[in-house]
């Protein structure tokens, strides 16, 4: 298995209580969709090396965990490792819900502006993540954000958006300067 065909569920943070037990941040929407799981891999220098544990709590984005095959020090030294899953085990979204990896390459069609690109990357900012869009070269950043993102067709890998208004203009260079 190879990074490229997984996601990033979360990190293994610390070790907890005395029983060789870890803690788990599950960086996900829906954490307790993941109350069952127990295997994942776990990143050690570029390598995904799978590992099996059972989830003995669960806390929000916080999960205790028990490993299987690991002494408490062996468990302990994974602290600060990342935690992957195969892409197809991710919950299947709909409507305008999308996963960032899922649109890269979606042609982006603005109400106002018609066909202003392809979606080369999701850029996670901590405030917010930004589309970025090439139109001719040119880089594009479009807010993700509900008010913007307007429709996403995943069979004709199209997103329809409402670019804020001057947005497109202030990329493409064609401001309107007369007051």
Known sequence: MEIKDCYCLGRVTK????????????DVDTPEDYAELDSAFVDIKGHLVPHFFHVDSLNGNKAVVTFEELT???????AGHDLYLPLDLL?????????FHEVIGFRVIDETHGDIGVIEQVIEYPAQPLLQVMKNG???L????????????????????????GLIELYLGKINTEC
């Open 15 to 26: 070790p907890w209580g005395v029983k060789g037990q870890m803690m788990f941040f599950l």
């Open 72 to 78: 408490a020090e062996q468990a302990a030294a994974l």
């Open 91 to 99: 919950p299947k979204l709909d409507g305008n819900r999308f996963y």
């Open 138 to 140: 040119t880089e594009i």
């Open 142 to 165: 479009i807010p993700v954000i509900d008010e913007v993102i307007k429709s996403v067709d995943r069979e004709q890998k199209i997103m329809h958006i409402a670019a804020p208004n």
